[in-house]
């Protein structure tokens, strides 16, 4: 099932200095580089590595839904500090204070959390902001626009007006608001691109936005152009693989095309201040597995 299908439901070979493309083997501290070759890779980095590391729920999407507890267990036990919650599906039809007793036991935080547009809506928000503050999450990004939102460049610009509205009241409460982008909101509409639109008509002081890597791919844009771009309004990123762009999937992290060393890199000054997290949507076996992989790839990577 495609995300923004969950999300709604229960709420070619390129030239590798166009995207930055990279091999498994070099992309990730745990390949099998060696010697002088491994030296230069490390001596090209700033040396750095995340100090904390998310996961987007997600990610272990079936697990959760038949054992939250023990899934929260589970990625504790994978070695992620963090992880992103899933407000949009109410986290499987979790209480929030429930939820939040799981994460103290586990020992893990939720600073921020998916929601559904509909939460930053006037009669939602407070109710919205309230449980956030009783999960402790920081950022409430938008996980998707719904259907009709995305049919015109005008209803993107809209859409990002009411993020401006709900981001000031939000602020209010030491929260931001921000979005999260899917591959189709990198469309053209009108001779523009949808989601650059919305990010441009976004206020930096009240909305900050969530980079996801490897969906900026799949809609056929390189995320290190957006880095570029936009860097500075981007305070969270989902570090999501390609095997190719406009790929239909996506691939584990170190084994597709995206440079994510440089990607992070180039956020590498506040980084600190950032929330990253691992989002795995598809797995070559079991979803945990897929994520234990992912963390020795990103826990243990230079940039």
Not at 182 to 207: K, M
Request: charged share 25%; net charge neutral; hydrophobic share 40%.
């Amino acid at each position: 099932m495609q995300r923004r299908t969950f999300v709604h439901t229960l709420g070619a070979a390129l030239i590798a200095p166009a995207i930055g493309c990279t091999s498994s083997a070099t992309a990730g501290a745990g390949g099998s580089t060696a010697g002088t070759a491994a030296a230069a890779n490390r001596a090209a980095t700033g040396g750095r590595r995340l100090k904390r590391v998310g996961l987007q729920l997600y990610s272990l999407r079936d697990a959760a839904r038949g054992n939250l507890d023990q899934t929260l267990a589970d990625i504790r036990a994978a070695g992620y500090d963090d992880v992103e919650l899933l407000m949009s599906n109410g986290n499987f039809g979790t209480p929030a204070a429930q939820v939040r007793a799981m994460l103290d036991k586990h020992g893990l935080k939720a600073p921020s959390t998916h929601m559904g547009s509909q939460s930053i809506a006037a009669a939602n928000l407070e109710r919205t902001l309230d449980e956030a503050s009783i999960l402790g999450h920081r950022y409430l990004f938008v996980a998707s626009l719904p259907g009709d939102a995305r049919r015109s460049l005008d209803a993107y610009k809209a859409w990002g007006d009411r993020m401006n509205e709900a981001g000031a009241v939000a602020r209010k409460r030491d929260i931001w608001i921000g979005f999260h982008n899917h591959g189709d909101d990198h469309v053209v509409l009108d001779g523009a691109v949808a989601y650059d639109a919305l990010l441009e008509r976004t206020d930096p002081s009240v909305v900050r936005m969530q980079l996801d890597t490897g969906n900026a791919a799949m809609g056929g844009k390189d995320p290190l152009d957006y880095m570029r771009r936009y860097g500075d309004r981007y305070w969270s990123f989902h570090i999501k693989d390609v095997p190719s762009m406009r790929a239909k999937n996506d691939a584990e992290l170190g084994k597709g095309i995206l440079d994510l060393r440089a990607i992070l890199a180039l956020a590498a000054k506040d980084i600190d201040q950032k929330l990253v997290y691992v989002e795995q949507e598809s797995y070559p076996g079991a979803p945990i597995d897929s994520v234990k992989r992912d963390y020795e790839w990103i826990s243990k990577l230079e940039f």
